[in-house]
């Protein structure tokens, strides 16, 4: 019995991972998410093999308190975390550095984009890695993004959204630490970018579609706008399965390699 706990899985991303991997009865899903009430999707799946446990990542007495909860279940062991969770600021991530009147608020977006999105996530790890070490598989995927590559950054000329990608770069290294440092256990640790995913629940204004088409075609001439959840889950599932640790602490897309899109 395959057993994955997946962060952020009220919506979106983490939401899609555990309906798909919760349709096959032989798994059990454990979606940690920060409030019940409001992940109303999660129960209308009314699946039995779904676990709903509460926990903020930046909260580390939350963490072990749902890692005992899981132990209960799986009898101490872990074969998937999957590290979803993640800030992404609505309001201000048109901004560049230098574009913010209040420093304070640079300052506060900042220091919360690490705290949730490098900080949370090493918490996470920490919380699950002895559940993880009796597990048969022993993969830890941390969900990053395009945007922390520095030659698609250059690429684009994207000066936007620099809180969120800093930190998503600070959490590759973190990856890569850990990676290194549980290869010889058998670990597989992996940064793994969805690609541009529409995570809105309805179709994109025609003016953000286009605008994303006409930034993002500059490196993917082809590209025609945002996947859905559907598509990107199903892609990031092939790559998680195939991963190996040979290749542990790797920085790869939905695709497996460098192309973003
Ligand atoms: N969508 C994209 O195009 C895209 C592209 C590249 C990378 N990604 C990455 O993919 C992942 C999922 O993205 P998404 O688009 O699905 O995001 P999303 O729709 O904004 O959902 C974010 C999820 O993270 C949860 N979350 C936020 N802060 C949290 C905290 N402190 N503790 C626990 N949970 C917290 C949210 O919970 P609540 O419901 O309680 O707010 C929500 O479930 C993220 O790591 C993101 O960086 C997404």
Redesign the pocket.
Same mark, same amino acid.
């Given at each position: 019995m395959p057993s994955y706990v997946i &962060? !952020?899985? @009220? =919506?979106? #991303?983490?939401?899609e991972f555990t309906r798909q991997l919760s349709a096959d009865l032989k798994n059990v899903v454990f979606a940690? *998410? =920060?409030?019940k009430s %409001?992940?109303k999707q999660l129960y209308e799946l009314k699946r039995k093999n779904i676990h709903i446990l509460e926990?903020?990542? &930046?909260d580390k007495k939350a963490l072990i308190n749902a890692a005992q909860a899981v132990s209960k279940i799986t009898n101490g062991t872990l074969d998937f975390l999957i590290n979803?969770?993640?800030?992404?600021d609505d309001q201000r991530q048109n901004l560049t550095l230098d574009a913010y009147e209040d420093q304070d608020l640079l300052e506060e977006d900042l220091i919360k984009s690490f705290t #949730?999105?490098v900080v949370?996530v090493v918490h996470t790890i920490n919380a699950f890695l002895p559940l993880l070490r009796k597990g048969e598989v022993k993969k830890v995927i941390t $969900? @990053? %993004? !395009? $945007?922390a590559d520095t030659e698609a950054t250059l690429q684009l000329g994207l000066a936007t959204s620099a809180p969120?990608s800093i930190s998503?770069v600070a959490l590759n290294m973190a990856v890569a630490k850990y990676a290194t440092q549980y290869k010889k256990d058998g670990f597989v640790f992996l940064a793994l @970018?969805? !690609?541009? *995913?529409n %995570?809105s629940g309805g179709p994109l204004p025609e003016e953000v579609n286009k605008a994303q088409i006409a930034l993002f075609s500059q490196i993917k001439p082809d590209f025609e706008g945002?996947i859905t959840?559907e598509e990107s889950v199903k892609l990031q599932l092939e790559v998680i399965n195939k991963w190996t640790v040979a290749d542990t602490g790797a920085f790869v897309s939905q695709h497996g390699n460098k192309e973003w899109l």
């Open positions: &962060t !952020g899985a @009220s =919506r979106g #991303i983490g939401f940690l *998410v =920060r409030n %409001t992940s926990a903020d990542i &930046t979803n969770a993640a800030w992404i #949730i999105n949370g $969900l @990053s %993004t !395009g $945007l969120y998503k @970018s969805p !690609g541009l *995913v %995570t945002a959840p």
